[in-house]
């Protein structure tokens, strides 16, 4: 009964933020500098999706952080800007992003053109330094045979290991 109740915390976790938050991406950590010094590299960030154009505040100043997917690559590494405007265009809105750090952004000169439903979510918490921990969980990784392990699914086997051997051990203890 152990064993069920850690698979099942560990899986539904992802998936309970996943629909509390309306994305698929709920939490995210930035790759760059290009946000600081907002927001760090191995900040853990809490992001919202779900969102209309409405709800998305551009400003170059004070505007929402938004995560989005890169348009030379949508099924990379999403990237996490600042909205500093937004416009309508044939019925269909569209942010210019840039980093804060970014004098003038390496794609564009004045920051990035993301479609609407190019946006992830906004960033509606942080947590500093925790994202060095999830990125470092998945990002080792080993290969065996044809198959790639991240260090995360290693301590899901650890844990679910330790937990059947308690239970075995428990179980032994009452039968003396």
Same mark, same amino acid.
């Given at each position: 009964?152990?064993?069920?109740?850690?698979?099942?915390?560990?899986?539904?976790?992802?998936?309970?933020?996943?629909?509390?938050?309306?994305?698929?991406?709920?939490?995210?950590?930035?790759?760059?500098?290009?946000?600081?010094?907002?927001?760090?590299?191995?900040?853990?960030?809490?992001?919202?999706?779900?969102?209309?154009?409405?709800?998305?505040?551009?400003?170059?100043?004070?505007?929402?952080?938004?995560?989005?997917?890169?348009?030379?690559?949508?099924?990379?590494?999403?990237?996490?800007?600042?909205?500093?405007?937004?416009?309508?265009?044939?019925?269909?809105?569209?942010?210019?992003?840039?980093?804060?750090?970014?004098?003038?952004?390496? !794609?564009?000169?004045? %920051?990035?053109?993301?479609?609407?439903?190019? =946006?992830? *979510?906004? &960033?509606?918490?942080?947590?500093?330094? #925790?994202? !060095?921990?999830?990125? %470092?969980?998945?990002?080792?990784?080993?290969? =065996?045979? *044809?198959? &790639?392990?991240?260090?995360?699914?290693? #301590?899901?086997?650890?844990?679910?290991?330790?937990?059947?051997?308690?239970?075995?051990?428990?179980?032994?203890?009452?039968?003396?």
């Amino acid at each position: 009964m152990l064993i069920l109740l850690a698979l099942i915390g560990s899986l539904s976790l992802q998936w309970i933020l996943s629909f509390a938050l309306h994305t698929s991406v709920p939490l995210h950590t930035p790759i760059s500098g290009s946000m600081e010094p907002t927001l760090k590299i191995g900040d853990l960030l809490v992001i919202c999706g779900g969102l209309k154009a409405e709800d998305i505040h551009a400003s170059p100043k004070d505007g929402d952080i938004i995560v989005f997917k890169n348009p030379d690559n949508p099924k990379g590494m999403p990237i996490v800007h600042r909205a500093i405007g937004k416009f309508q265009k044939d019925g269909k809105w569209y942010f210019i992003t840039k980093g804060d750090n970014n004098y003038y952004d390496d !794609y564009k000169l004045f %920051g990035w053109i993301i479609p609407e439903d190019y =946006i992830i *979510g906004k &960033v509606i918490f942080v947590i500093p330094k #925790l994202g !060095y921990v999830f990125r %470092g969980l998945d990002e080792i990784k080993l290969q =065996i045979g *044809g198959f &790639v392990v991240t260090l995360r699914m290693i #301590l899901i086997a650890v844990d679910v290991a330790a937990l059947l051997y308690l239970q075995l051990a428990d179980y032994r203890s009452e039968g003396e």
